[in-house]
């Protein structure tokens, strides 16, 4: 069972890159907004030898992916930050 107060709904991807340095600016832009985000493949990337090749994803709450993609959009993210 999770911590208390954890969310436990579905998660969407707010954004792809093999660029670490994107993906620890946004997180920084979303804590400054109180908006959670969770840092998935990270392992993966690391494994294949910092090649770059692989990218890592953020991921945000439902609930929260409208107002994340605005926070990201407005500090000059690209429109289109995760392609499916």
């Not at 436990?8 to 792809?16: A, D, F, H, I, Y």
């Not at 997180?27 to 692989?54: C, K, N, P, R, Y």
Request: hydrophobic share 45%; charged share 20%.
């Amino acid at each position: 069972m999770g911590s208390p107060g954890a969310y436990t709904g579905p998660m969407k991807c707010l954004l792809r890159t093999t660029d670490p340095t994107l993906i620890a600016f946004a997180q920084a832009l979303l804590a400054g907004e109180d908006i959670a985000a969770f840092e998935m493949d990270v392992h993966t990337s690391i494994l294949e030898g910092s090649i770059g090749l692989l990218p890592r994803r953020l991921m945000v709450a439902d609930r929260d992916h409208f107002l994340a993609r605005a926070v990201l959009i407005d500090n000059d993210f690209p429109p289109d930050l995760c392609p499916e």
